[in-house]
């Protein structure tokens, strides 16, 4: 057994000094550090574990997560910040470290660090209770416009209230409130036992009561249907010109050298077609939505510009 | 049945017992540290789940829970402060028999109240976890707004000797709960620009502080501290007399804590205080309360156990997590690819069935482990009160930097005790400030997005009928805990 043992790990250095010497140009670093404000088992956190285990071998790099929790990310932020521009630190941005930005006043902010590339984004939905009087989008706005609406989002500052917010100015719908809650546990209870209308929510969130025909899609904020709901249309195609791109992609310091960005524009599409993890997102409700360095800054910009208005139209911040 | 034999089958299909065994263990270690809430221990060990299989992952979580909520009570019990919020309540009549000299037998009383919680919360989460939750589905905003009032309106009996000082403490609370964001239009309130405070201040920092740092702050303004635990002290079972007057409070701990787990957003510290209070108003030696009554430790402590395992209901049944400690069980799930909700005793029944089994285990296994770690426990505190004052002081500020790394947390900590401690000089009550920290954001959050729902009718409070209940409750409670000298007074006439 001993012996075993020991053949095993004479091979494991083997394979490991094989691989150092194949990867002897500047980048990729040994070991690169993925930092999430998400805590342990949260959504960003989930999906960093999940992306590691497959970009180990894509970037030729020993890829280990870390969480940086605290402060709605802005712990998070001032690491990366002051971290050196040599590629082996990153952050997976999510719309928080934008939201943080603009409602806080963090010591770093999303303009401190520098988008390589995009991955995913989540599909946001619009749902009702399965026993709901509305079969439609277009039913819920028509009630919300001939008596009183309640539409759902899981919390006060959040991309959520900004699509439904969005919603209703685009559809006239005067009367609709928007409720927001502690989050979209909360929200769930209420859109299941009527007192909302409807609410706004990930797929990834609502997929167990969607299985339990508790709740049914209404419309999708996405570009495009989405391939594991085929009968569900987009908002944009009923005529109301709201779409979201919730996005989950990869930040670094500023200032990254140009091979380290290339190695990631090369190693991430690689992933994103590797079979088994492509079978690991796709049943998570992940939509592969990989955007390049060049197109992904001006793409965070212009996001954070939309919140920005949103958030000062709406009167959150001054 | 089927449940249940396969709930046994899989004890001995996977290292079931080891898992829970070792989750109870590490539970108590975690919930007896003051600043390790359950819900942070059991996130402790998150990140060596991702290398076990789903059910082993899941019971070592949910035993670990069940170890916290029994661990909490013991430096409740023996340095005046809990170990988790849930213990607060233990603190009241547990140190008092401490003082006593009756360390042990509080101790005793404190476990196996925990095991017959934790038994009671077991069945009933296998029993009623799907017709029950469907009481949770029907809450709605001014329900809550409802329950949250219920919870302070028992500030009035926890007031102790002066109302006044009672309304300034639980006030001081409910203002302290409106730092942070605004639930309703997400701006920021009394943040002063920190990011830190966004998510507002967290109830446990503000325990740790209150309980923990002001209590080292008057233990070093006394010259030589007169209590000391008797050393012979040792775990002590009550006999057959006091089981026996012990098992209504126990009886009422196991129905409030089955009520308030399945609630989500109420959880094991209002259980606790509910317990206490029930058990104190249909007890036969009321005066005892608060003195050192037994029954003060086996009501809130048989409340927290049972909730330990029935806050589980709603996270199965529905996929919400209604506490803390079970949004990090479902962390646990999520991490091995389990969908949570009704869906689950379909898809993952192994799983559940496992935990039911593992709780079992976690459940006995507690009343061992416990007794086995009660005496490096009684040895602790039997040490010189300086080092141990040092000693507690190192693992209070470790525990509360372990949780964000922030030492904006430790500053907060280091403020609370210094509010605590004038608020003892004040002999003004702590737990009224508590009970507003940990209601306040559900009160005002409720409270507001009732009125949006209703656009601003506060009808709605009466309209719901859940609401209407709890607020008639809430009430009644009022005026008859306020009205009582008025009431004594107009009978004594009477009678002479």
């Known amino acids: 057994m001993k012996g075993h043992l020991f053949m095993a790990g004479a091979f494991a250095l083997g394979i490991a000094a094989f691989s150092a010497s194949a990867s002897a140009q500047d980048y990729p670093k040994d070991t690169v550090t993925l930092i999430t404000h998400s805590s342990v088992g949260g959504g960003s956190d989930v999906f960093l574990r999940e992306l590691s285990k497959y970009l180990s071998s894509a970037l030729g790099a020993n890829v280990i997560v870390e969480n940086v929790t605290?402060?709605?990310?802005?712990?998070?932020?001032?690491?990366?910040?002051?971290?050196?521009?040599?590629?082996?630190?990153?952050?997976?941005?999510?719309?928080t470290f934008i939201y943080t930005s603009l409602l806080s006043n963090p010591e770093a902010t999303y303009k401190d660090l520098e988008p390589v590339v995009n991955v995913f984004t989540d599909p946001e939905v619009i749902y009702t209770a399965a026993d709901s009087p509305y079969d439609?989008?277009?039913?819920?706005?028509?009630?919300?416009?001939?008596?009183?609406?309640?539409?759902?989002?899981?919390?006060?500052?959040?991309?959520?209230?900004?699509?439904?917010?969005?919603?209703?100015?685009?559809?006239?719908?005067?009367?609709?409130?928007?409720?927001?809650?502690?989050?979209?546990?909360?929200?769930?209870?209420?859109?299941?036992?009527?007192?909302?209308?409807?609410?706004?929510?990930?797929?990834?969130?609502?997929?167990?009561?969607?299985?339990?025909?508790?709740?049914?899609?209404?419309?999708?904020?996405?570009?495009?249907?989405?391939?594991?709901?085929?009968?569900?249309?987009?908002?944009?195609?009923?005529?109301?010109?709201?779409?979201?791109?919730?996005?989950?992609?990869?930040?670094?310091?500023?200032?990254?050298?140009?091979?380290?960005?290339?190695?990631?524009?090369?190693?991430?599409?690689?992933?994103?077609?590797?079979?088994?993890?492509?079978?690991?997102?796709?049943?998570?409700?992940?939509?592969?939505?990989?955007?390049?360095?060049?197109?992904?800054?001006?793409?965070?910009?212009?996001?954070?510009?939309?919140?920005?208005?949103?958030?000062?139209?709406?009167?959150?911040?001054? | 049945m089927d449940t249940l034999a396969q709930s046994i089958q899989i004890l001995f299909t996977t290292p079931a017992i080891l898992m829970a065994s070792v989750g109870v263990a590490w539970g108590i270690l975690g919930g007896a540290l003051p600043g390790l809430s359950p819900s942070i221990t059991m996130a402790l060990l998150l990140p060596f789940t991702y290398a076990l299989d789903p059910t082993s992952a899941i019971i070592l979580l949910a035993s670990t829970y069940v170890g916290a909520e029994y661990g909490g009570s013991i430096p409740a019990i023996l340095i005046r402060t809990p170990g988790t919020n849930a213990a607060a309540a233990t603190v009241i009549d547990g140190y008092e028999m401490n003082r006593k000299g009756k360390a042990g037998l509080a101790l005793g009383i404190s476990l196996y109240s925990g095991v017959i919680g934790s038994l009671f919360g077991l069945v009933m989460l296998v029993v009623l976890s799907e017709p029950l939750a469907r009481i949770a589905l029907s809450f709605r905003p001014p329900s809550y707004f409802a329950l949250g009032i219920l919870g302070l309106s028992v500030i009035v009996t926890l007031s102790g000797g002066s109302l006044v000082k009672g309304m300034i403490a639980g006030i001081f609370g409910l203002m302290v709960a409106t730092v942070g964001t605004d639930p309703v239009t997400g701006g920021n309130r009394f943040t002063f620009g920190t990011a830190e405070l966004l998510g507002g201040i967290e109830p446990v920092l503000v325990m740790v502080g209150l309980f923990a740092v002001s209590e080292l702050l008057v233990q070093a303004t006394q010259k030589d501290a007169p209590i000391r635990v008797e050393s012979k002290a040792r775990i002590q079972f009550p006999g057959w007399k006091l089981a026996k007057r012990l098992l209504p409070s126990q009886m009422i701990g196991n129905v409030v804590g089955t009520f308030e787990g399945i609630m989500p957003g109420a959880g094991g510290t209002v259980?606790?205080?509910?317990?206490?209070?029930?058990?104190?108003?249909?007890?036969?030696?009321?005066?005892?309360?608060?003195?050192?009554?037994?029954?003060?430790?086996?009501?809130?402590?048989?409340?927290?156990?049972?909730?330990?395992?029935?806050?589980?209901?709603?996270?199965?049944?529905?996929?919400?997590?209604?506490?803390?400690?079970?949004?990090?069980?479902?962390?646990?799930?999520?991490?091995?690819?389990?969908?949570?909700?009704?869906?689950?005793?379909?898809?993952?029944?192994?799983?559940?069935?496992?935990?039911?089994?593992?709780?079992?285990?976690?459940?006995?296994?507690?009343?061992?482990?416990?007794?086995?770690?009660?005496?490096?426990?009684?040895?602790?505190?039997?040490?010189?009160?300086?080092?141990?004052?040092?000693?507690?002081?190192?693992?209070?500020?470790?525990?509360?930097?372990?949780?964000?790394?922030?030492l904006f947390d430790l500053g907060l900590v280091l403020a609370a005790g210094v509010v605590g401690f004038i608020m003892r000089l004040l002999n003004i009550p702590f737990l009224p400030t508590v009970l507003g920290l940990v209601l306040g954001f559900l009160v005002e959050s409720n409270y507001r997005r009732a009125l949006v729902i209703s656009g601003g009718d506060h009808s709605i409070f009466v309209t719901d009928p859940i609401s209407l209940g709890f607020l008639t409750v809430a009430t009644l409670f009022v005026l008859g805990s306020v009205g009582k000298p008025f009431f004594a007074k107009m009978r004594k006439p009477r009678l002479s």
């Open chain 2, 271 to 406: 259980a606790s205080f509910i317990a206490y209070n029930e058990a104190k108003r249909w007890s036969r030696h009321k005066e005892e309360f608060g003195k050192g009554s037994p029954e003060g430790i086996a009501a809130p402590e048989t409340a927290n156990n049972t909730v330990s395992a029935t806050a589980i209901i709603p996270l199965l049944a529905f996929g919400i997590p209604g506490s803390n400690s079970t949004a990090v069980l479902l962390g646990g799930f999520l991490i091995h690819g389990i969908t949570v909700g009704p869906m689950i005793f379909v898809k993952s029944a192994a799983v559940v069935h496992g935990l039911y089994g593992g709780l079992l285990v976690a459940s006995i296994a507690q009343l061992a482990i416990g007794m086995a770690m009660m005496g490096p426990c009684i040895w602790l505190v039997n040490r010189p009160r300086a080092y141990l004052n040092a000693f507690i002081f190192a693992l209070i500020f470790s525990g509360v930097f372990s949780i964000h790394q922030s």
């Open chain 1, 136 to 318: 439609s989008l277009q039913a819920v706005i028509d009630h919300a416009k001939a008596e009183r609406g309640t539409w759902g989002a899981a919390n006060p500052a959040s991309l959520e209230r900004q699509l439904l917010e969005r919603l209703k100015t685009a559809a006239g719908a005067e009367n609709a409130a928007i409720v927001t809650h502690e989050g979209g546990g909360d929200m769930m209870i209420n859109v299941l036992n009527g007192t909302l209308d409807v609410g706004v929510g990930e797929v990834q969130e609502v997929k167990s009561q969607l299985e339990a025909k508790q709740i049914r899609v209404l419309a999708t904020f996405s570009d495009e249907k989405l391939e594991t709901l085929p009968d569900v249309p987009t908002v944009k195609s009923l005529g109301y010109d709201v779409v979201a791109r919730k996005f989950r992609g990869i930040a670094g310091p500023k200032g990254l050298p140009a091979d380290v960005i290339a190695a990631w524009e090369k190693a991430i599409p690689e992933v994103l077609d590797n079979p088994e993890y492509k079978a690991a997102y796709t049943a998570s409700d992940l939509r592969p939505d990989f955007i390049p360095h060049a197109e992904y800054g001006p793409f965070i910009q212009s996001f954070a510009a939309e919140t920005e208005a949103f958030l000062k139209q709406s009167g959150v911040i001054k």
């Open chain 1, 70 to 95: 605290g402060g709605s990310g802005a712990n998070a932020l001032a690491r990366l910040a002051s971290a050196p521009a040599d590629g082996s630190i990153f952050y997976a941005t999510t719309p």
